[in-house]
């Protein structure tokens, strides 16, 4: 399970160092794709095969899920960290995200998820009042 807030920086060929809490899981191989709200989620191998099985299961007769099918598959990149914990992260993904040198690189249990470091501060003060106000609904099974 992938937890926390870490705050790699990304170096000048693109990559970046793996938190320590991750590698392992992510040792093997990981899959980089677009996420929502421009950032790049980061699923293990295994993970995103899950995903993708789910995806599977979407009707063809929905041009919603083929147009995000479309969009998320065609943006994958699947890496291997070298020894030093470093994943590349393609030019594409880190114009997606709008990456800088500054990332955050947070747990979101099943995956992993870098932004901009700037831009997950901005979201995160804009989420964090909706955050205090989730309820029962929104959430079953957790208050």
């Given at each position: 399970m992938f937890l926390g807030t870490h705050s790699p920086r990304l170096d000048e060929k693109g990559r970046l160092i793996l938190p320590a809490k991750f590698r392992d899981e992510l040792a093997e191989g990981l899959v980089l794709t677009r996420g929502q709200e421009r950032c790049i989620y980061v699923f293990s191998q295994k993970e995103f095969e899950k995903v993708h099985e789910q995806m599977r299961q979407a009707p063809l007769s929905s041009r919603q899920?083929?147009?995000?099918?479309?969009?998320?598959?065609?943006?994958?990149?699947?890496?291997?960290?070298?020894?030093?914990?470093?994943?590349?992260?393609?030019?594409?993904?880190?114009?997606?995200?709008?990456?800088?040198?500054?990332l955050a690189v947070i747990g979101a249990g099943t995956r992993a998820?870098?932004?901009?470091?700037?831009?997950?501060?901005?979201?995160?003060?804009?989420?964090?009042?909706?955050?205090?106000?989730?309820?029962?609904?929104?959430?079953?099974?957790?208050?």
């Amino acid at each position: 399970m992938f937890l926390g807030t870490h705050s790699p920086r990304l170096d000048e060929k693109g990559r970046l160092i793996l938190p320590a809490k991750f590698r392992d899981e992510l040792a093997e191989g990981l899959v980089l794709t677009r996420g929502q709200e421009r950032c790049i989620y980061v699923f293990s191998q295994k993970e995103f095969e899950k995903v993708h099985e789910q995806m599977r299961q979407a009707p063809l007769s929905s041009r919603q899920a083929r147009d995000y099918i479309r969009v998320f598959l065609s943006g994958a990149s699947d890496e291997v960290p070298d020894k030093q914990g470093r994943v590349t992260i393609p030019p594409a993904l880190r114009s997606y995200a709008g990456l800088g040198r500054e990332l955050a690189v947070i747990g979101a249990g099943t995956r992993a998820e870098i932004w901009d470091a700037a831009a997950w501060q901005e979201y995160l003060e804009e989420q964090e009042n909706a955050f205090s106000e989730t309820d029962e609904d929104t959430m079953p099974g957790i208050f």
